[in-house]
């Protein structure tokens, strides 16, 4: 299985400041179709999780732009320019260019 | 709007068996994978199941291989996981979710979650 791992594991920031979660896979996650299956995921508290970046960069349809995600190969990061109250919560990146699929262990956001 | 709506999670004793549903609505079911992706209490998600478009092709975790099936009804827009020899460790909110493509590419879009505790 693909291990992903999440770094660091909470991080608090500022309101207003930028925020930076970083995840790495044990192996290269580039699909034979040359597309790099790696996704970005929110879960609020009380909530399920939302679809923030796939593809590695690509924003879901309603996502802010100040979420932003790059990387390639096995390292990833996502990035948050501008953190807002409503950024409260847990991410997770996901691969899914392998079975079975894996998460990173989540990445607890919260405001200093 | 995309719509998924889990049901079928109650309390049930270990080595029980027991069917989670989830009605899909307000995208066109039979172009796209589903999975089911579960959360423990308190914990992180872990990814179960998936299966293909068209019910041909389906994965499973390790933790759930050999006694989850994965199905699904696209006259009915509809998924389902039948879960057998339950254990305490299966004790979760397990979530319905789309695929992004007709293989996976991902997941795009997540139900509410139903209740599944296996206590004695």
């Known amino acids: 299985d693909i291990v992903m791992t999440q770094t660091p594991l909470s991080s608090p920031v500022t309101l207003g400041q930028p925020a930076s979660i970083s995840c790495r896979s044990s192996r290269s996650l580039v699909h034979s179709d040359g597309n790099t299956y790696l996704s970005w995921l929110q879960q609020r508290p009380g909530q399920p999780p939302r679809l923030l970046i796939y593809?590695?960069?690509n924003r879901f349809s309603g996502v802010p732009d100040r979420f932003s995600g790059s990387g390639a190969g096995t390292d990833f990061t996502l990035k948050i320019s501008r953190v807002e109250a409503e950024d409260v919560g847990v991410y997770y990146c996901m691969q899914a260019t392998q079975f079975p699929h894996t998460f990173g262990q989540g990445t607890k956001l919260e405001i200093k | 709007e995309v719509q998924l709506v889990e049901s079928g999670g109650v309390v049930i004793q270990p080595g029980g068996s027991l069917r989670l549903s989830c009605a899909a609505s307000?995208?066109?079911?039979?172009?796209?994978?589903m999975h089911w992706v579960r959360q423990a209490p308190g914990k992180g998600l872990e990814w179960v199941s998936l299966?293909?478009?068209?019910?041909?092709?389906?994965y499973y975790a390790v933790s759930v291989q050999g006694r989850f099936t994965i199905s699904r009804d696209n006259n009915r827009n509809s998924l389902f996981l039948q879960m057998y020899s339950l254990r305490a460790e299966d004790t979760a909110l397990y979530y319905c979710?789309?695929?992004?493509?007709?293989?996976?590419?991902?997941?795009?879009?997540w139900g509410q979650g139903t209740l599944v505790t296996v206590s004695s």
């Open positions: 593809k590695i960069s």
């Open positions: 299966i293909s478009w068209d019910g041909g092709s389906t």
């Open positions: 307000g995208f066109t079911f039979d172009d796209y994978a």
């Open positions: 979710a789309s695929g992004v493509s007709r293989w996976s590419g991902g997941i795009d879009h």
